[in-house]
T-cell receptor, first 113, second 114 residues
Framework: DAGITQSPRYKITETGRQVTLMCHQT?????MFWYRQDLGHGLRLIYY???????DKGEVPDGYVVSRSKTENFPLTLESATRSQTSVYFC????????????FGNGTRLTVT | AQSVTQLDSQVPVFEEAPVELRCNYS??????LFWYVQYPNQGLQLLLK??????LVKGINGFEAEFNKSQTSFHLRKPSVHISDTAEYFC????????????FGRGTSLIVHP
């Protein structure tokens, strides 16, 4: 089935560990995004990508790294997790048309202890 | 630059009552407007969108929204809500000819009481 899949759904890690959140979409959408959702802050954009090998920083990129070697995958890595990175992370994609909506995954709930 | 303001962080309402969730935006160019809904433990899904044409747009689950250019608003309405409409609702704006990155409001939590 076409869609956008995030894994894992839940992750608990320790401070200082590296953790990678996966995102895979089957629509061949050009654009992909990573957001974090926290109470009182709504959705905040971490990184985005216009195409394979093209990525750029969003509103809150510090402490995160992304890559996009293939159109369908857009992993997000926390190089050294901190408690402030405890959050729900959403991946989204959209087509190249400027008026197309975003399609979201079901999120990864990350807890950093 | 574009921005979105959702005027209410929480809207409590009784079942079968009407509801309006308010959204105001700012942009210097033509806009595309979206409402998304997020049910507990899920991602956001598109409820409806305004791209051009008729200012009244209908979405899924009986929701509708009206684009008002003079008031720069895109309020979401439903004439009779159900318990199952309890969710978080996000308004978003994209600007024509500009960045493809939409700007989201902070969300409105709709709480439907029996």
């Amino acid at each position: 089935d076409a869609g956008i899949t995030q894994s894992p759904r839940y992750k608990i890690t320790e401070t200082g560990r590296q953790v990678t959140l996966m995102c895979h979409q089957t629509w061949s959408h050009s654009y992909m995004f990573w957001y974090r959702q926290d109470l009182g802050h709504g959705l905040r954009l971490i990184y985005y990508s216009a195409a394979a090998d093209i990525t750029d920083k969003g509103e809150v990129p510090d402490g995160y790294v992304v890559s996009r070697s293939k159109t369908e995958n857009f992993p997000l890595t926390l190089e050294s997790a901190t408690r402030s990175q405890t959050s729900v992370y959403f991946c989204a994609s959209k087509s190249w048309q400027e008026n197309s909506p975003l399609h979201f995954g079901n999120g990864t709930r990350l807890t950093v202890t | 630059a574009q921005s979105v303001t959702q005027l209410d962080s929480q809207v409590p309402v009784f079942e079968e009552a009407p509801v309006e969730l308010r959204c105001n935006y700012s942009s210097s160019v033509s806009v595309y407007l979206f409402w998304y809904v997020q049910y507990p433990n899920q991602g956001l899904q598109l409820l409806l969108k305004y791209l051009s044409g008729s200012t009244l747009v209908k979405g899924i689950n009986g929701f509708e929204a009206e684009f008002n250019k003079s008031q720069t608003s895109f309020h979401l309405r439903k004439p009779s809500v159900h318990i199952s409409d309890t969710a978080e609702y996000f308004c978003a704006v994209s600007s024509s000819g500009g960045s493809y990155i939409p700007t989201f409001g902070r969300g409105t939590s709709l709480i439907v009481h029996p």
